[in-house]
């Protein structure tokens, strides 16, 4: 569906950069959830707070992206294999929650 305002070419990169933006959104609120399970020490209460916070709004503008996609036309997929196999996708590597947990 081109909407007025777009030509067919530039409503797929639309569209393909609004999928970009869904999968590192997904990705980023799974992120910052295995930081947030994994929060100990002096800081926990602030940084558990905050993190919850990240994983909320990742997952409000997930789904802000996803019915834009669908506006457009385009079939929004944030299916976990999907967000799994995206080259780009955010890898939080396990020693970042021992990291985490070596708060003052």
């Known amino acids: 569906m081109t909407t007025p305002m777009m030509n067919e070419t530039r409503e797929r990169a639309a569209l393909a950069d609004l999928q970009g933006s869904l999968i590192e959104l997904i990705d980023l609120s799974l992120t910052a959830k295995q930081a947030h399970w994994n929060v100990v ?3 926990f209460k602030p940084v558990h707070l905050q993190l ?16 834009r996609i669908a506006t457009l036309g385009g079939e929004p997929d944030g ?3 999907t967000v799994a196999d995206d080259q780009a996708a955010i890898e939080f590597p396990a020693a970042a929650c021992r990291q985490v947990r070596q708060w003052p």
């Open 41 to 43: 020490g002096e800081s």
């Open 52 to 67: 919850d916070e990240i994983y909320d709004v990742c997952r409000l503008g997930a789904d802000e992206v996803a019915e």
């Open 79 to 81: 299916r976990a294999r």
